[in-house]
Structures are given as structure tokens and as C-alpha cells.
């Protein structure tokens, strides 16, 4: 059972268009990651937070932490082709385990 | 600086078999992970370690699986007998230490394994 739900599972967007992408869960993190994979490549972690309503932009990826901690989103601004990929969520739980959500498969056609 | 290594790249086998995956780690990292990762999930955690000492390895189907980090410093799993439902990628990780806040985890490229 996945403690992390992210949705949407699958994203096809233009090029230029805005997104966001959600992770959901009834549990409490001490901190959530994203991350990043591209086909045949590990996950590359993108941002990590840890407070509650924590904000953190990467270039045209807006980041939130819940208030709560128990949800996160990601919004990227223009997408490009360059940021097709698969987007995971993972959210620390007691120790230290890193449990991961099921990703998002973003598409962005040029 | 090399990132973490991973061998083989790619393996088929038949099943009942046995296979073992390597991993060598970042220099200097002292926590290594193995993940095992199904087609269109996310990565699920198999064991990890602390220098030498597996320090959680509660989701490791330890009837068939195994795994070692003898020296604290490159890892082996190893599956023996391998099943249908074992096909996967198998990703090994490192970070400097166990704590995910001000932490970063490296991953490999993974290990692919196709069981028939």
C-alpha cells in the first residue's frame, strides 16, 4: 500500500503551458522530496522541504510543502520538452525511510 | 567525481534461477540503499545500510533475497530463486548519512531484470 498518492498519474501538455502536480497523503512526513527520472536513469532528487507551507522554486519549478505535511505540490511554469519525465514524491516517515509515491509521467510536446 | 555503480546494467534469466546485482557506492558515503522498482511505480525501499549494518531491512523478502555491504563501502543483492514477479529494475543508492532532511540520496542507473 502506497502512503504517498500523486496525481495525476499521466500528463500530456503543449509546450509554454503551465502544470501542477499533486501529492497526497493521511500521513505526517518530517520532510518530502521530489524528484526527477528519466527513462533508463535513476531519480535525481530536484528539492527537499521540511517545514509546513514551505515554498522553494527551482527556475520555472514552484515547489509547497502542506501546512499539515502531509501534502506537497509541484508547478512548473512554461513547460519545455527538457522537463519531460517521470516526477516522484517521497516523503520521509519514521526512520528515516523514504517511501516514495507512484509518480507522474509528464509529456510536454514542442 | 563517479557516481554510484551499478552492475550488470541488464539481465535475463529463467526463472528458479539465482542472480546477484553489484553496486558501488559515492567515495565517502556511508549509507547505501536498495530500491526495487516495478514498471510505472515508484521505487520501494529493500533494505538499507549503515556502513555495515543493515539498519532496515524490514520490506526484504528474505526468503529468497539477500543482500551484504561486508567492508561498508560496495553492496550485493541477490536473488536465489528467482520468480516471474521479481522482473524489475533494482536501483542501489548512497548518501552521505541515513537522514533525509539536508540530505541528498544518489542513485544509480539501475540494474534491469527480466525474469522468463
Known amino acids: 500500500t502506497q502512503l504517498l498518492e500523486q496525481s495525476p498519474q499521466f500528463l500530456s501538455i503543449q509546450e509554454g503551458e503551465n502544470l501542477t502536480v499533486y501529492c497526497n497523503s493521511s500521513s505526517v512526513f518530517s520532510s518530502l522530496q521530489w524528484y526527477r527520472q528519466e527513462p533508463g536513469e535513476g531519480p535525481v532528487l530536484l528539492v527537499t522541504v521540511v517545514t509546513g507551507g514551505e515554498v522553494k522554486k527551482l527556475k520555472r519549478l514552484t515547489f509547497q510543502f502542506g501546512d499539515a505535511r502531509k501534502d506537497s505540490s509541484l508547478h512548473i511554469t512554461a513547460a519545455q520538452p527538457g522537463d519531460t519525465g517521470l516526477y516522484l514524491c517521497a516523503g520521509e516517515t519514521s526512520g528515516s525511510r523514504l517511501t516514495f509515491g507512484e509518480g507522474t509521467q509528464l509529456t510536454v510536446n514542442p | 567525481e563517479a557516481g554510484v555503480v551499478q552492475s550488470p546494467r541488464y539481465k535475463i534469466i529463467e526463472k528458479k534461477q539465482p542472480v546477484a546485482f553489484w553496486c558501488n557506492p559515492i567515495?565517502?558515503?556511508?549509507?547505501l540503499y536498495w530500491y526495487r522498482q516495478n514498471l510505472g511505480q515508484g521505487p520501494e525501499l529493500l533494505i538499507r545500510?549503515?556502513?555495515?549494518?543493515?539498519?532496515?531491512d524490514s520490506q526484504l523478502p528474505k526468503d529468497r533475497f539477500s543482500a551484504e555491504r561486508l567492508k561498508g563501502v560496495d553492496s550485493t543483492l541477490k536473488i536465489q530463486p528467482a520468480e516471474l514477479g521479481d522482473s524489475a529494475v533494482y536501483l542501489c543508492?548512497?548518501?552521505?548519512?541515513?537522514?533525509?532532511?539536508?540530505?541528498?540520496?544518489?542513485f544509480g542507473e539501475g540494474s534491469w531484470l527480466t525474469v522468463v
Open positions: 543508492a548512497s548518501s552521505p548519512w541515513g537522514k533525509t532532511s539536508g540530505n541528498t540520496i544518489y
Open positions: 567515495s565517502g558515503h556511508n549509507t
Open positions: 545500510y549503515e556502513n555495515e549494518e543493515a539498519v532496515d
